[in-house]
C-alpha cells in the first residue's frame, strides 16, 4: 500500500476541497502521515489522525516559525497525551538557512540569533522526542550562502545520541545523505526528484537535450537515490508543495507520491510496485504505523 509519509493536508491550501483530497486518498487506497509547522497545523493533523484510520500526525514547530509563536513543550506534550495512538512522530523540525531573511523581518536581531534560536527548539523537539519514544522529522534547508544547515543538524543528532528519524525531503550532498543513514536515519524524497535540471535550464521554446545518457548528471537525488541502501528511504510528497511531474507547478496532494514511487523505481531499475513495497515497509518500520 503507499504510503505518503510528509503531507499537509493541515494546511489552508486545502481547505475548499479536503474531503474530495481525502476522498481520494481513500479511494488508492493509501496511508498519510500530516505534519504540524507551529501548534495549530500540528492540532489539526491530530484532529485529522483522530477522523481518519488511515492518517497519521507528526506535531512541532518548523524552524521558519520560530519568530512567530514559541515551542511550548508542555502544549505538545499535552496533545500526545490526548492522541498517543494517531502521532506518530516529532516534527518538523531543524534548521532552515533559506528563509534566514524572513526571521530578520519578525523582529531577530542577528542571523546568529536566528540560528542559536533554531538550535534551542530543535534540542526541545529532540527532547520531547525522547521522553515520548517517538521518531523525528527532520527540515533541513541550506541557504544561497550558507551551505552548513545539514552539518548542522547533523552535529546536534551526533551530541544528542539521536538515531530515529528521517530526513524529510533531503536537499544535501551524497556524502551528507551517508553521514545521516550512518547514523540510522532515513531519508525522504519528494517530487523533486522527478525535476530534470537540465530541461529546466532552456527556455523560449526550444526542445530540451539531454546534456549526458547517464540520469546522474543531472540531479544530485537521482545519485543519491541509486545509492541508498533499500531499508533507508521513504517516499512523501511534502503536499501541497513540490508537485511531482507530470503535474508539477500545480497543487500537490498524497495520491501523486506515486510518482515519486516511479521515478526511484526508474532509477534503481526496479518495479514501481517493488519501491512502493519497500519503501512503505520502511515507513511502517520507522514509525510503527498499524
Ligand atoms: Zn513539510
Known amino acids: 500500500m503507499l504510503i505518503d509519509t510528509h503531507a499537509h493536508l493541515n494546511f489552508k491550501a486545502y481547505k475548499d476541497d479536503l474531503l474530495a483530497v481525502i476522498e481520494r486518498c481513500r479511494q488508492e487506497p493509501m496511508k498519510v502521515i500530516n505534519v504540524g509547522a507551529a501548534y495549530d497545523t500540528s492540532r489539526k493533523a491530530v484532529n485529522l489522525a483522530l477522523a481518519e484510520s488511515s492518517f497519521y500526525a507528526a506535531i512541532g514547530l ?13 502544549d505538545y506534550q499535552d496533545l500526545i497525551y490526548s492522541a498517543k495512538e494517531n502521532i506518530v512522530a516529532i516534527g518538523e523540525t531543524g534548521f532552515d538557512y533559506w528563509h534566514l531573511q524572513e526571521s530578520l523581518a519578525k523582529g531577530a536581531q542577528s542571523i546568529e540569533e536566528i540560528k542559536k534560536k533554531q538550535e534551542k527548539v530543535f534540542r526541545q523537539h529532540i527532547k520531547l522526542a525522547k521522553a515520548n519514544n517517538l521518531p523525528l522529522i527532520i527540515h533541513g534547508r541550506n541557504g544561497k550562502n550558507d551551505p552548513q544547515a545539514y552539518q548542522g543538524i547533523y552535529s546536534v543528532l551526533k551530541e544528542e545520541g539521536v538515531d530515529r528519524g528521517v530526513v524529510h525531503c533531503f536537499g544535501g550532498s551524497l556524502e551528507e545523505a551517508k553521514q545521516f543513514v550512518d547514523l540510522g536515519f532515513y531519508l525522504g524524497f519528494t517530487g523533486i526528484i522527478t525535476f530534470d535540471p537540465s530541461s529546466r535550464k532552456i527556455s523560449g521554446g526550444q ?17 543519491i537515490a541509486k ?6 528511504f521513504l517516499i512523501e510528497t511534502d503536499a501541497p508543495y513540490l508537485t511531482p511531474e507530470p503535474y508539477r507547478s500545480k497543487r500537490n496532494e498524497p495520491i501523486y507520491v506515486k510518482y515519486v514511487a516511479e521515478k526511484i523505481a526508474q532509477i534503481r531499475g526496479s518495479s514501481v510496485d517493488e519501491i512502493i513495497s519497500i519503501s512503505s515497509q520502511n515507513a511502517i518500520n520507522l514509525f510503527g504505523l498499524k
Not at 62 to 74: G, L, R
Request: aromatic share 12%; proline share 11%; hydrophobic share 35%.
Open 62 to 74: 518548523h524552524p521558519i516559525h520560530v519568530y512567530d509563536e514559541e515551542f511550548k513543550a508542555e
Open 207 to 223: 526542445h530540451p537535450k539531454p546534456l549526458a545518457k547517464d540520469v546522474s548528471s543531472h540531479n544530485i537525488l537521482w545519485d
Open 227 to 232: 545509492w541508498i541502501p533499500e531499508n533507508r
